[in-house]
């Protein structure tokens, strides 16, 4: 089992930053795959970005690349999402979650419960 926490979202200007960790806990946390995922209001879940277990590998979304960096500390059991230049559209509630290295929502095993980033213009 691996438990998920986030943590760091709030209220900022367009063109600001925001820095997400989530805290995991479990002893095979190491092993998965890391993502982050987003959900707006009225709309799916959508894939933000991911890590390898090992770090050395990432994968960003179009929409986010050159503006969000993922990253793990895997002594510290916390990933966390690095989000810079922010635009209101991206407004939602941000998830990470623990699976394999795949975009889509369906295939990873564990969730957080969820932080909110509201951008405002």
């Known amino acids: 089992q691996v438990q998920l926490v986030e943590s760091g979202g709030g209220l900022v200007q367009a063109g600001g930053s925001l820095r997400l960790s989530c805290a995991a806990s479990?002893?095979?946390?190491?092993?998965?795959?890391m993502g982050w995922f987003r959900q707006a209001p009225g709309k799916e879940r959508d894939f933000v970005a991911r890590?390898?277990?090992?770090?050395?590998?990432?994968y960003y979304a179009d929409s986010v690349k050159g503006r969000f960096a993922v990253s793990r500390d895997s002594v510290e059991n916390t990933v966390y999402l690095q989000m810079n230049s922010l635009k209101p559209e991206d407004t939602a509630v941000y998830y990470c979650?623990?699976?394999?290295?795949?975009?889509?929502?369906?295939?990873?095993?564990?969730w957080g419960k969820g932080t909110l980033v509201t951008v405002s213009s």
């Open positions: 890590i390898s277990w090992s770090g050395d590998k990432t």
């Open positions: 479990g002893r095979t946390f190491s092993t998965y795959a």
């Open positions: 979650a623990a699976g394999g290295w795949i975009s889509s929502p369906d295939g990873m095993d564990y």
